[in-house]
C-alpha cells in the first residue's frame, strides 16, 4: 500500500540549498485563501519542483477537486514543439486527465469562457531573462485577460537565471509584436513576478495580483543556485545555452544556423558558407570566450543537412560575459567578410512587414549600423540607449537585490 503523501517529507530528503521556489512554498503549507476554489495553473514541463515531481501533479494530490484547468504557453504543456509560429492545440493531460488550454496557436490569451471557469489563475513558468523569449508575453495577455474577468492571478515565482545583469537595447514600440509587447531591454533581469507587478502598475491592470516570492535568492545565476535544469524549451538544454541565448537568439534573423538540429542549439552556429579561418583571428570577446572551431550538420531548420561550418562558444567567464554585445560585434565581423550573408525575411512570430532581426533587436539602428560596420564602441551606445531610464522605472517592484543596472 502506498504511504500517505507527506510534502514535509520530502522537503526533509531534499538538500537544504538555503533557497525555496514559489511553487515550494505555497505547497508545503496550502494557504486557506486557496482553498474551496476553482484552480486554473498556468504551467509547463519546467514547473518542477526541485526534487523532480511536476508541481500540477503534487498540486492535484493535495487539492484534487479544486484544481480544474491547465493552460500551456509556447511549445506545449510537455514542450515538444519547436520553435516561431509552430502552434500547440488544446488537448488533455493524461497524468491529471485535465484539459489543458493551448495559449499559443489557437489563441494567445485565455478567452472569457476558460477564465469564467476558475476564480484563481495560478502561474509556474521557468522564464530565461530575454525579451524574445515568450513566456513573459504569455503572462502579459493573461494577466490583461484576467483583469477583464476579475480573476486573481497568483505567480509562483522562480530565479531569473540569467541573474540580475541587464543589457539593451530596448524595445521600440514600432517594433513590438509576440516578442516584445511591452518596452524591456534584451536581457531584462527581472523574475516573472517582478514583470507582473510592473506590467499591472505601467498598464495600469485592474488585475487581484499575487506573488509567491523565492525565498534565498539574491540574484544568482542558475548554476549557482543548486536547482536541477529542466529544459524550458526544446533548444534550451542547459544552462549554458540559455546564459548564450540573449545574444545568439540574434541569429535568428540572419541566415546563419543558430544551431537548431544540432546536440549544442545556441552554443553553435554557422553556414556552409563561413570561412572560419579567416573569421576565427576577428573574434570578439576572446579572453571570455573559446571559439571552437568545428563543421556540422542540422539535422532540421536552416541548413538542414549541409555540412555548415561555424563555432562552438565555450563561455570561460559568464560573469564577465555579454551575450547581446558579443553577438553584435560577431556579426559585425561576419558582414564584414561574407558577401554571402544575408538577413532572414519575415514572417517572423506572426510579424509580416519588419525584418526578424529588427523584431528580435527591437528597432532598425543596429541592423544599419551593423551595415555601415560602425566601431563596437557605438554599438556599446545604441544598446545602452533608455537603459537608464527603464532601470527607475522598474525599481518599485523589484522584489530581490542586487539589480546590476
Known amino acids: 500500500m502506498r504511504p500517505p503523501f507527506s510534502l514535509g517529507r520530502l522537503f526533509l530528503c531534499y538538500p537544504d540549498m538555503g533557497l525555496r521556489i514559489g511553487a515550494s512554498i505555497l505547497l508545503s503549507s496550502i494557504p486557506g485563501w486557496l482553498r474551496s476554489r476553482r484552480i486554473g495553473f498556468l504551467c509547463h514541463q519546467a514547473s518542477l519542483l526541485p526534487w523532480g515531481e511536476h508541481v500540477r501533479i503534487v498540486l492535484k494530490r493535495l487539492l484534487p477537486k479544486e484544481l480544474v484547468l491547465l493552460l500551456a504557453p509556447q511549445h506545449g504543456l510537455f514542450g515538444d514543439k519547436q520553435a516561431n509560429m509552430i502552434p500547440s492545440g488544446d488537448t488533455s493531460d493524461p497524468f491529471t486527465g485535465l484539459p489543458v488550454i493551448s495559449l499559443y496557436g489557437p489563441r494567445l490569451a485565455p478567452t472569457p469562457e476558460h477564465l469564467e471557469q476558475i476564480d484563481v489563475l495560478l502561474v509556474d513558468l521557468q522564464d530565461m531573462g530575454c525579451r524574445v523569449y515568450t513566456y513573459i508575453w504569455t503572462l502579459l495577455l493573461t494577466l490583461k485577460a484576467c483583469a477583464q474577468t476579475g480573476t486573481e492571478v497568483v505567480i509562483l515565482d522562480r530565479p531569473n537565471p540569467l541573474g540580475r545583469v541587464v543589457e539593451g537595447p530596448m524595445l521600440e514600440e514600432d517594433f513590438f509584436s509576440f516578442v516584445g509587447l511591452f518596452p524591456l531591454p534584451l536581457r531584462h533581469g527581472l523574475t516573472m ?174 541592423r544599419e549600423a551593423l551595415e555601415s560596420q560602425v566601431e563596437p564602441e557605438e554599438l556599446t551606445i545604441l544598446c545602452e540607449k533608455g537603459i537608464r531610464e527603464f532601470c527607475e522605472k522598474v525599481r518599485p517592484f523589484l522584489i530581490y537585490e542586487n539589480y546590476a543596472c
Open 193 to 366: 513576478g517582478e514583470l507582473a507587478r510592473f506590467f499591472c502598475a505601467q498598464l495600469a491592470l485592474d488585475v487581484e495580483l499575487r506573488v509567491v516570492p523565492v525565498e534565498g535568492w539574491a540574484g544568482e545565476y542558475f548554476i549557482e543556485t543548486g536547482l536541477p535544469w529542466i529544459k524550458p524549451s526544446p533548444n534550451l538544454p542547459d544552462f549554458f545555452s540559455a546564459l548564450v541565448y540573449p545574444g545568439q537568439v540574434l541569429l535568428e534573423g540572419t541566415n546563419l544556423s543558430e544551431g537548431r538540429g544540432t546536440t549544442s542549439p545556441f552554443l553553435i552556429f554557422g553556414a556552409p558558407y563561413l570561412r572560419i579561418k579567416e573569421l576565427s583571428s576577428r573574434l570578439p570577446m576572446r579572453d571570455i570566450i573559446w571559439w571552437q572551431a568545428l563543421a556540422f550538420e542540422p539535422t532540421f531548420d536552416k541548413w538542414q543537412g549541409k555540412s555548415c561550418f561555424g563555432f562552438y562558444l565555450q563561455v570561460r567567464r559568464w560573469r564577465e560575459y555579454r551575450p547581446v554585445l558579443t553577438t553584435l560585434c560577431l556579426l559585425r565581423e561576419i558582414l564584414a567578410l561574407h558577401e554571402e550573408f544575408s538577413w532572414r525575411r519575415p514572417p517572423y512570430e506572426f510579424t509580416w512587414h519588419h525584418w526578424p532581426f529588427d523584431v528580435i533587436v527591437g528597432n532598425s539602428s543596429l
